[in-house]
């Protein structure tokens, strides 16, 4: 029952923007961390970003904070990651994933933190 799936990847330009979409069934996005995690071939899975359990702080790794923007969709159970002036070291198979609780600004981009994991949406920029 308990599932997050991914969508909005595509192929984008240099400077483009995508919103990524991380829709949940079977538990509340109000009552769990949601985290955006990012694996390009050859490359560790990295964190991007996370909006945590009620209070909805936010967090970016350095190399997105200005251009990505993280929220929440009560109403829709969902959770996005707006993503704007794209790099082409954006490309990368996008996952989200579900803490069951609050993060720390220690732990939110431990990948071994969250519970659940989406399959993944892929994004490539290029010209």
């Known amino acids: 029952q308990v599932q997050l799936v991914e969508s909005g990847g595509g192929l984008v330009q240099p400077g483009g923007s995508l919103r990524l979409s991380c829709a949940a069934s079977?538990?509340?996005?109000?009552?769990?961390?949601i985290g955006w995690f990012r694996q390009a071939p050859g490359k560790e899975r990295e964190a991007v970003s996370c909006?945590?359990?009620?209070?909805?702080?936010?967090w970016y790794w350095y190399s997105v904070k200005g251009r990505f923007t993280i929220t929440r969709d009560s109403a829709k159970n969902t959770v996005y990651l707006e993503m704007n002036n794209l790099k082409p070291e954006d490309t990368a198979v996008y996952y989200c994933?579900?803490?069951?609780?609050?993060?720390?600004?220690?732990?939110?981009?431990?990948?071994?933190?969250?519970?659940?994991w989406g399959q993944g949406t892929q994004v490539t920029v290029s010209s």
């Open positions: 079977g538990f509340s996005v109000d009552y769990v961390a």
């Open positions: 994933a579900a803490h069951d609780g609050r993060l720390y600004d220690y732990s939110w981009h431990q990948d071994e933190r969250y519970d659940w």
């Open positions: 909006i945590n359990r009620e209070d909805s702080t936010t």
